[in-house]
C-alpha cells in the first residue's frame, strides 16, 4: 500500500500539467483516504476499477455530468435526480478526498503490480524500442495487427506497476479478454483467436485471420481458454533503463483525445 | 366460494361487465380458482408463482409468439433494472416501470390505459438499483412503495392517488422495492436499506386509509426478546441494525400467520460492531396478520458477514413429511442452502446446499448452520458470492409435479475483506466491498461475457422436497436474476442475463422453447388469459414482453 501511494505522488507530479480538470490539490493522505470511502460507497455499483456503469471511466475521467474536481464533489454530495446516481451523506472534504481518488484510481489501485517503480523513462526511447520488439503484434493508434491487444488506451486502462509486470511476466497479468481461446468444431477444424462473447448457445470470436465469427455450440465439439498469454517476457531482453523507457511510452498512450 | 364461482360464470359470459368487479380479499385468497388473472405477487398468497393455465403446453410451446411489447425507455439506467411482476384483473395488466412510473394497459394489445408517474425525491438512496418489483390490489385500489419512502393508494381506473403516505425517511437510506402483500383489509410492506444502517420493519396500513395498524421491527430493542444477540459493549449495534425486508411474504389463512424474508445486519461486511447472532437479520419471521405479534423465527446465518440476505418468497406447501401430512414452507437462501421448515412451529427439519457452499458445513439439530468461516482483513473466499446462490428472483413450486425451482447461481465466489466501518446517517453502512466472480449488477449495454467456466454458472433446478433430491438442472453460460414461474401444463418459463426467455419442461429440465429478448431478465414471469388465451408476460431489458400461441 505504501509504495504504490508512493508511485502515486510520482505520477501526480507527471501528470498534474496536462490534467487541466484538477482543481484541487491533494496529499497522499487524501487519495489513500478517498480510496477507503470508494470502496466502501461507490465501488458496489461502479465496480472495482470505476468502469462498470456504461458511459463512466471513473478511473479515466469519463463522466456523464461535469469534468471539474468541484462538479463532481457537487455529483458525489447532491447526486443526480432522476438517475441511477443517489446522493451521499459526505462531507466537502470527504468528497473531494474520494475526487482525489479517481484521478489517480488507475495508478493506486491496489493488489495489482509487484513492483515497486522507479519511475517513468523516457517515452521517446520507449517508443523507440517498442516500434523494434512489439509492433509486431500489437495495434496501437489504429496501425499494427489485431492478433494481440490493442494498446491505445494501455495508459489509462492499467496501473503504472502492471505496465512494467506484465513486460516481465505476460501470463501473470494477462486479462481475461485477452486470452488466447481455442475452438475445435464437430468437423475437425482448429480456430485460434480471442473469445469475444459467449452464451449457453453460441460463441462469438475474432479468430487468427481477423474474422468475426460466430459459432452454433451445437457445432462445437471442444472449446477453452490458454491459461499462457502467447507474449515472449521481455526479462532479460531489456535493461531497468529500457524497461522504464517502455513504461514511460506506454504509459503515455492515452486514446485519441488525451 | 359459491360467490367466487357465480363471478366467475359471470365473467365467462360477459367479459365486459367483469371489469367492474372489486378485487376482493376473497378473491386473492381463492386466486387459484380464477386462474386467468394474476391478483397478487406471486400469483397466489402461497408464494408458488404457478398458474393453473394449460393451454400453452410441452406439445404446443413451440408455437409461442410475441402478442405485444411495451418498452420503458431506451436505454434505462444501468441499474433501473425491470423486475416488477405485473398483476392482470380482468383483461387489465397494471406493472411499475423503474423507478416507480405505474401503467395500466389493456393486456391483450398493450395499449396504455394510464401513467401515473410521482416526483421522487431527490434525496432517495437504494444500494443497488432504482427498481420496484410490483403493485398489490384489493378492491378498485392499487398500492405501490417508492424508492423514497411512500406507500401510494392509486385508483385503478384513473392511476390518481386515493392515498400517499410518506412511512420512512429516504435521507436516512430507507426505500420501498417490494411489491405489497394484501392480507384481509391491510397492505402489507417493508423497507429496502440494508447497506444504510436502518432498522428494518414489517408493518399493516390499513387498505382504506393508509393508517398503520402495527408494525413488527426486525430488530428488538432493549426490553424485547432477541435483543441480547446484540452483544456490543455500548449495546448500541442494534439502533443500526439493519434487518431490512424488501421481498413480498406469504401468508397462511389457516394460521392466520404472514411470513417475511429479512435481510443482512449492519454492517454487512464487518460483524466486529454487533457481537452476537443479531436477530432477527436473515430470518424468516412469522407474524399474526391482525397485530404483527412474533409467533416464531428461524434465523437462516447468525451473525451473518456475507450479505446473505434472507430476502426470498417463502414457499407454502401442505405436503406428507416422514409419512406424516404436514404444513410446510420451502426456502431457498441466498447463502446456498434450501430448507424444508414446518411453518406452523417454525421447526427445522431439512437444509440442503444446492450449490456449491463453504462458510457452514451443516447443521445442528435445531438448524443452527456451524459456520466455517468468516470476514477477514487479508480476505476470506467464500462460496456462494455476495450476490448469493440466489436472491430476490422468486422460485416456484408446482403441485403438480411436487417440485421445488430454484433459480440458482452455481459455484460462485467471493472474497470478503474486513475494513473499519463507521455509521454516519444517510451513508452506506458495510464495510469494503467484496470482490465478486460475477458483478453484481449486469449493466444493461456491454453484456460481453468473456468469462471462463471456473467463475460459475447460472442454473434453474428442481428439487424434490420429500427426498431432497434433486430432479434435473438446466444449465446457463452467464448467471440469472430471472424468477420462476410454472404452469399446470407441466411447463417452467424462466431467463436470465444472456437475454434469453425460454421454457423447460417441468419434469425433465428439457428445453422446449426460446426467444431471444435483447435484454438481461430480471423479473418473474406471469400468466393470464383473456376470451380463453392463454398469455405469459416476461420484463427484460427495459421492454416488457407478452407471448401466446400463434392463432
Same mark, same amino acid.
Given at each position: 500500500?505504501?509504495?504504490?501511494?508512493?508511485?502515486?505522488?510520482?505520477?501526480?507530479?507527471?501528470?498534474?500539467?496536462?490534467?487541466?480538470?484538477?482543481?484541487?490539490?491533494?496529499?497522499?493522505?487524501?487519495?489513500?483516504?478517498?480510496?477507503?470511502?470508494?470502496?466502501?460507497?461507490?465501488?458496489?455499483?461502479?465496480?472495482?476499477?470505476?468502469?462498470?456503469?456504461?458511459?463512466?471511466?471513473?478511473?479515466?475521467?469519463?463522466?456523464?455530468?461535469?469534468?471539474?474536481?468541484?462538479?463532481?464533489?457537487?455529483?458525489?454530495?447532491?447526486?443526480?435526480?432522476?438517475?441511477?446516481?443517489?446522493?451521499?451523506?459526505?462531507?466537502?472534504?470527504?468528497?473531494?478526498?474520494?475526487?482525489?481518488?479517481?484521478?489517480?484510481?488507475?495508478?493506486?489501485?491496489?493488489?495489482?503490480?509487484?513492483?515497486?517503480?522507479?519511475?517513468?523513462?523516457?517515452?521517446?526511447?520507449?517508443?523507440?524500442?517498442?516500434?523494434?520488439?512489439?509492433?509486431?503484434?500489437?495495434?496501437?493508434?489504429?496501425?499494427?495487427?489485431?492478433?494481440?491487444?490493442?494498446?491505445?488506451?494501455?495508459?489509462?486502462?492499467?496501473?503504472?506497476?502492471?505496465?512494467?509486470?506484465?513486460?516481465?511476466?505476460?501470463?501473470?497479468?494477462?486479462?481475461?479478454?485477452?486470452?488466447?481461446?481455442?475452438?475445435?468444431?464437430?468437423?475437425?477444424?482448429?480456430?485460434?483467436?480471442?473469445?469475444?462473447?459467449?452464451?449457453?448457445?453460441?460463441?462469438?470470436?475474432?479468430?487468427?485471420?481477423?474474422?468475426?465469427?460466430?459459432?452454433?455450440?451445437?457445432?462445437?465439439?471442444?472449446?477453452?481458454?490458454?491459461?499462457?498469454?502467447?507474449?515472449?517476457?521481455?526479462?532479460?531482453?531489456?535493461?531497468?533503463?529500457?524497461?522504464?523507457?517502455?513504461?514511460?511510452?506506454?504509459?503515455?498512450?492515452?486514446?485519441?483525445?488525451? | 366460494?359459491?360467490?367466487?364461482?357465480?363471478?366467475?360464470?359471470?365473467?365467462?359470459?360477459?367479459?365486459?361487465?367483469?371489469?367492474?368487479?372489486?378485487?376482493?380479499?376473497?378473491?386473492?385468497?381463492?386466486?387459484?380458482?380464477?386462474?386467468?388473472?394474476?391478483?397478487?405477487?406471486?400469483?397466489?398468497?402461497?408464494?408458488?408463482?404457478?398458474?393453473?393455465?394449460?393451454?400453452?403446453?410441452?406439445?404446443?410451446?413451440?408455437?409461442?409468439?410475441?402478442?405485444?411489447?411495451?418498452?420503458?425507455?431506451?436505454?434505462?439506467?444501468?441499474?433501473?433494472?425491470?423486475?416488477?411482476?405485473?398483476?392482470?384483473?380482468?383483461?387489465?395488466?397494471?406493472?411499475?416501470?423503474?423507478?416507480?412510473?405505474?401503467?395500466?394497459?389493456?393486456?391483450?394489445?398493450?395499449?396504455?390505459?394510464?401513467?401515473?408517474?410521482?416526483?421522487?425525491?431527490?434525496?432517495?438512496?437504494?444500494?443497488?438499483?432504482?427498481?420496484?418489483?410490483?403493485?398489490?390490489?384489493?378492491?378498485?385500489?392499487?398500492?405501490?412503495?417508492?424508492?423514497?419512502?411512500?406507500?401510494?393508494?392509486?385508483?385503478?381506473?384513473?392511476?390518481?392517488?386515493?392515498?400517499?403516505?410518506?412511512?420512512?425517511?429516504?435521507?436516512?437510506?430507507?426505500?420501498?422495492?417490494?411489491?405489497?402483500?394484501?392480507?384481509?383489509?391491510?397492505?402489507?410492506?417493508?423497507?429496502?436499506?440494508?447497506?444504510?444502517?436502518?432498522?428494518?420493519?414489517?408493518?399493516?396500513?390499513?387498505?382504506?386509509?393508509?393508517?398503520?395498524?402495527?408494525?413488527?421491527?426486525?430488530?428488538?430493542?432493549?426490553?424485547?426478546?432477541?435483543?441480547?444477540?446484540?452483544?456490543?459493549?455500548?449495546?448500541?449495534?442494534?439502533?443500526?441494525? /439493519?434487518?431490512?425486508? =424488501?421481498?413480498?411474504? *406469504? !401468508?397462511? &389463512?389457516?394460521?392466520? @400467520?404472514? %411470513?417475511?424474508?429479512?435481510?443482512?445486519?449492519?454492517?454487512?461486511?464487518?460483524?466486529?460492531?454487533?457481537?452476537?447472532?443479531?436477530?432477527?437479520?436473515?430470518?424468516?419471521?412469522?407474524?399474526?396478520?391482525?397485530?404483527?405479534?412474533?409467533?416464531?423465527?428461524?434465523?437462516?446465518?447468525?451473525?451473518?458477514?456475507?450479505?446473505?440476505?434472507?430476502?426470498?418468497?417463502?414457499?407454502?406447501?401442505?405436503?406428507?413429511?416422514?409419512?406424516?401430512?404436514?404444513?410446510?414452507?420451502?426456502?431457498?437462501?441466498?447463502?446456498?442452502?434450501?430448507?424444508?421448515?414446518?411453518?406452523?412451529?417454525?421447526?427445522?427439519?431439512?437444509?440442503?446446499?444446492?450449490?456449491?457452499?463453504?462458510?457452514?458445513?451443516?447443521?445442528?439439530?435445531?438448524?443452527?448452520?456451524?459456520?466455517?468461516?468468516?470476514?477477514?482483513?487479508?480476505?476470506?473466499?467464500?462460496?456462494?458470492?455476495?450476490? /448469493?446462490?440466489?436472491? =430476490?428472483?422468486?422460485? *416456484? !413450486?408446482? &403441485?403438480?409435479?411436487? @417440485?421445488? %425451482?430454484?433459480?440458482?447461481?452455481?459455484?460462485?465466489?467471493?472474497?470478503?475483506?474486513?475494513?473499519?466501518?463507521?455509521?454516519?446517517?444517510?451513508?452506506?453502512?458495510?464495510?469494503?466491498?467484496?470482490?465478486?466472480?460475477?458483478?453484481?449488477?449486469?449493466?444493461?449495454?456491454?453484456?460481453?461475457?468473456?468469462?471462463?467456466?471456473?467463475?460459475?454458472?447460472?442454473?434453474?433446478?428442481?428439487?424434490?422436497?420429500?427426498?431432497?433430491?434433486?430432479?434435473?438442472?438446466?444449465?446457463?453460460?452467464?448467471?440469472?436474476?430471472?424468477?420462476?414461474?410454472?404452469?399446470?401444463?407441466?411447463?417452467?418459463?424462466?431467463?436470465?442475463?444472456?437475454?434469453?426467455?425460454?421454457?423447460?419442461?417441468?419434469?425433465?429440465?428439457?428445453?422446449?422453447?426460446?426467444?431471444?429478448?435483447?435484454?438481461?431478465?430480471?423479473?418473474?414471469?406471469?400468466?393470464?388469459?383473456?376470451?380463453?388465451?392463454?398469455?405469459?408476460?416476461?420484463?427484460?431489458? *427495459?421492454?416488457?414482453?407478452?407471448?401466446? @400461441?400463434?392463432?
Amino acid at each position: 500500500m505504501r509504495a504504490s501511494i508512493c508511485v502515486s505522488v510520482v505520477v501526480i507530479s507527471a501528470v498534474t500539467a496536462t490534467a487541466s480538470a484538477q482543481d484541487h490539490s491533494y496529499t497522499p493522505a487524501d487519495i489513500e483516504n478517498g480510496g477507503r470511502l470508494y470502496q466502501t460507497t461507490c465501488s458496489g455499483c461502479h465496480g472495482p476499477a470505476g468502469d462498470e456503469i456504461p458511459g463512466v471511466a471513473l478511473g479515466r475521467g469519463v463522466f456523464k455530468r461535469g469534468t471539474s474536481d468541484t462538479d463532481l464533489i457537487a455529483v458525489i454530495k447532491t447526486g443526480i435526480p432522476g438517475t441511477a446516481m443517489p446522493p451521499h451523506a459526505f462531507s466537502d472534504q470527504e468528497a473531494a478526498q474520494i475526487v482525489a481518488y479517481l484521478r489517480n484510481m488507475t495508478v493506486v489501485r491496489t493488489g495489482i503490480g509487484t513492483t515497486v517503480m522507479r519511475g517513468l523513462g523516457d517515452p521517446a526511447r520507449g517508443r523507440a524500442l517498442f516500434e523494434g520488439k512489439g509492433v509486431t503484434c500489437h495495434r496501437v493508434y489504429g496501425r499494427g495487427p489485431r492478433t494481440a491487444p490493442d494498446l491505445t488506451e494501455v495508459g489509462l486502462t492499467r496501473p503504472l506497476p502492471e505496465l512494467r509486470d506484465a513486460l516481465l511476466d505476460p501470463s501473470a497479468t494477462m486479462r481475461p479478454a485477452n486470452r488466447p481461446f481455442r475452438v475445435v468444431t464437430t468437423d475437425g477444424r482448429t480456430i485460434a483467436g480471442r473469445l469475444l462473447n459467449q452464451d449457453t448457445y453460441s460463441i462469438q470470436m475474432l479468430d487468427s485471420s481477423d474474422r468475426l465469427l460466430s459459432l452454433p455450440k451445437r457445432t462445437v465439439r471442444e472449446q477453452g481458454f490458454a491459461s499462457a498469454s502467447p507474449m515472449p517476457s521481455y526479462k532479460g531482453t531489456f535493461t531497468d533503463q529500457e524497461l522504464d523507457d517502455l513504461v514511460g511510452f506506454l504509459a503515455s498512450l492515452k486514446g485519441f483525445n488525451p | 366460494m359459491p360467490k367466487v364461482l357465480a363471478s366467475l360464470l359471470i365473467a365467462l359470459a360477459f367479459g365486459t361487465l367483469v371489469s367492474a368487479q372489486q378485487v376482493t380479499f376473497d378473491r386473492i385468497l381463492r386466486a387459484d380458482q380464477e386462474p386467468q388473472n394474476w391478483l397478487t405477487y406471486s400469483g397466489n398468497l402461497a408464494g408458488w408463482r404457478y398458474s393453473p393455465l394449460t393451454q400453452i403446453a410441452p406439445g404446443n410451446v413451440r408455437n409461442l409468439e410475441l402478442q405485444w411489447a411495451f418498452q420503458t425507455r431506451a436505454p434505462a439506467e444501468a441499474n433501473e433494472k425491470f423486475e416488477a411482476t405485473p398483476l392482470v384483473v380482468d383483461g387489465v395488466m397494471y406493472t411499475v416501470l423503474a423507478p416507480n412510473h405505474v401503467v395500466a394497459l389493456d393486456a391483450a394489445t398493450g395499449r396504455m390505459f394510464w401513467l401515473y408517474s410521482p416526483v421522487i425525491s431527490p434525496l432517495a438512496r437504494v444500494c443497488c438499483g432504482r427498481v420496484n418489483r410490483g403493485l398489490a390490489i384489493l378492491g378498485d385500489t392499487l398500492f405501490m412503495g417508492t424508492i423514497d419512502g411512500h406507500l401510494i393508494a392509486l385508483d385503478a381506473k384513473t392511476g390518481k392517488p386515493v392515498w400517499d403516505k410518506a412511512v420512512v425517511d429516504p435521507a436516512l437510506g430507507y426505500s420501498f422495492t417490494l411489491a405489497p402483500l394484501i392480507v384481509k383489509d391491510k397492505v402489507i410492506v417493508g423497507p429496502a436499506g440494508g447497506e444504510y444502517g436502518i432498522r428494518g420493519f414489517v408493518a399493516a396500513f390499513e387498505a382504506a386509509t393508509g393508517r398503520e395498524v402495527w408494525r413488527f421491527n426486525t430488530i428488538p430493542e432493549p426490553g424485547q426478546p432477541g435483543h441480547e444477540t446484540w452483544e456490543d459493549p455500548a449495546r448500541a449495534a442494534w439502533k443500526t441494525g /439493519g434487518g431490512p425486508v =424488501w421481498v413480498t411474504g *406469504s !401468508y397462511d &389463512p389457516q394460521l392466520n @400467520l404472514t %411470513y417475511w424474508g429479512t435481510g443482512n445486519p449492519g454492517p454487512d461486511w464487518n460483524g466486529d460492531p454487533r457481537p452476537g447472532d443479531n436477530l432477527y437479520t436473515d430470518s424468516v419471521i412469522a407474524l399474526d396478520a391482525d397485530t404483527g405479534q412474533l409467533e416464531w423465527h428461524y434465523q437462516f446465518t447468525p451473525h451473518d458477514e456475507f450479505d446473505f440476505d434472507s430476502t426470498q418468497v417463502p414457499v407454502l406447501v401442505d405436503m406428507p413429511w416422514q409419512g406424516q401430512p404436514r404444513k410446510l414452507m420451502l426456502w431457498a437462501n441466498r447463502n446456498g442452502f434450501w430448507y424444508v421448515l414446518d411453518r406452523e412451529s417454525g421447526e427445522f427439519l431439512q437444509g440442503k446446499p444446492f450449490t456449491k457452499v463453504n462458510w457452514a458445513n451443516g447443521f445442528d439439530a435445531k438448524g443452527r448452520p456451524n459456520k466455517v468461516l468468516a470476514s477477514t482483513a487479508e480476505g476470506t473466499l467464500v462460496y456462494p458470492n455476495n450476490q /448469493g446462490a440466489t436472491n =430476490w428472483y422468486p422460485p *416456484s !413450486y408446482s &403441485p403438480r409435479t411436487g @417440485l421445488f %425451482y430454484i433459480p440458482s447461481w452455481m459455484d460462485t465466489f467471493s472474497t470478503y475483506f474486513k475494513a473499519p466501518v463507521e455509521y454516519v446517517p444517510g451513508r452506506q453502512y458495510v464495510g469494503r466491498f467484496p470482490t465478486m466472480s460475477f458483478p453484481a449488477i449486469r449493466p444493461a449495454v456491454g453484456n460481453l461475457n468473456q468469462r471462463p467456466p471456473e467463475d460459475g454458472y447460472g442454473a434453474i433446478q428442481a428439487f424434490d422436497p420429500k427426498t431432497g433430491e434433486r430432479k434435473w438442472e438446466f444449465k446457463m453460460v452467464d448467471v440469472t436474476d430471472s424468477g420462476v414461474l410454472t404452469t399446470a401444463s407441466d411447463l417452467v418459463f424462466a431467463g436470465g442475463r444472456e437475454g434469453y426467455f425460454f421454457a423447460l419442461d417441468a419434469r425433465t429440465g428439457e428445453q422446449l422453447w426460446r426467444a431471444t429478448v435483447g435484454g438481461q431478465v430480471s423479473a418473474g414471469a406471469m400468466s393470464y388469459a383473456i376470451n380463453g388465451r392463454q398469455y405469459v408476460a416476461i420484463a427484460a431489458g *427495459s421492454v416488457l414482453f407478452v407471448y401466446a @400461441l400463434r392463432q
